[in-house]
């Protein structure tokens, strides 16, 4: 079917992947009172730009954070020793209040909703503070290395302030890429986690669409509306479909397992039980076509019971977990879009294929009722072979 290429074609895209390059702007960038760095780099979101001095001797930094800053907002930079996101991540957040005066506040995130204020972080800070010019905040910081580390992860983040405080940011686009590792002695941000991690939900969520929300229903389709055009071609589409479909979803399942394992802190629960749940009927399905009886079995209507509605469970748990899944990875409306309109152009096949079927099976009966009382001498078999055309 020719609907299948398209999903392929966007696959082999996405997985070719992107690398965005990037102009090292930082460099020329100047500080107040004589500061100077020996490290800059241009971070990949936000307008940022993170300049630091590693000390060797006493692990130390001293860094200076740059970013945009909305009229009415907050701008913060974080490293991270116990995980890649926002929970855990040792925060310096600098506004600007109702006067000119910038506020600096070191605050250890422990959840989604954190309360915003000048506390202790879990790592020395010798000293902070911000300076904001033209837009453009800058924070300096001097900071004890966690554990004496040279790469950590870093996070940096811009949001609006709530009477006067720091109100929770954007949770779409930039906004939620905002973080990677930073290694200090060499200066890169390269093996920047967030972005091989947008990039890893990404196949998980291309594999998984492509098998189960849309080759397992072509496979169906086949099974159920080619049997009265191609007998017994149909089954061999069916097989070859599904088991297709089986192997590239249980690559995809095990890209979501892996995700899944990584994200310390939030479980999608609902996306995961059906998840695990479709991994099992599915296999069952494979296995079940090792027992299939016979045509003549008399058990082969109850295994087609069986198959059926397991098959259009399978289909149905899909469609709806594939949904669950674009709420999770929020990918961009067209990605969106173009799933329910393949979804939608698949259902609409099926249905006219319906009906053709069951004028093609009526008119069949009615033929095969005629060669029965042997008018023009035809038999059963003549007569399907007349209504193939
Ligand atoms: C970190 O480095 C400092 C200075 O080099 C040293 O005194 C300290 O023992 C180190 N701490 C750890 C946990 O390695
Ligand atoms: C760390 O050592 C450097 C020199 O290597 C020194 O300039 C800096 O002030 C020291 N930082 C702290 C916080 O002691
Ligand atoms: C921060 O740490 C200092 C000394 O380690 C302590 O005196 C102070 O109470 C702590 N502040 C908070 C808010 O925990």
Redesign the pocket.
Known sequence: MATSFIPLLLLTLLLAGFSPSLAQTCLSDTFSGNRFYSNCNTLLYLGAKVHWTYH????TIDVAYRAPISSNGWVAWALNPTGSGMIGAQALFAFSGSGSAVSVYATAISSYTPDVKDGNLSFKVYSKSGELSNGVMTIFATLALP??RTTVNQVWQAGPLSNGVPAQHSTTGDNIKSSGSIDLLSGSVSGDTSNSRQRRKNTHGVLNAVSWGILMPVGAIMARYMKVFADPAWFYLHVACQLSAYIIGVAGWGTGLKLGSESSGITYHGHRNIGIALFCLATLQIFALLLRPKKDNKYRFYWNIYHHSVGYCVIVLSVINIFKGFDILIPGDGWKTAYIIIIATLGGIALILEVVTWIIVLKRKDREEKSHHGTNGFNGYEARQQSRV
């Open positions: 060797p001797s006493n692990a554990q004496n």
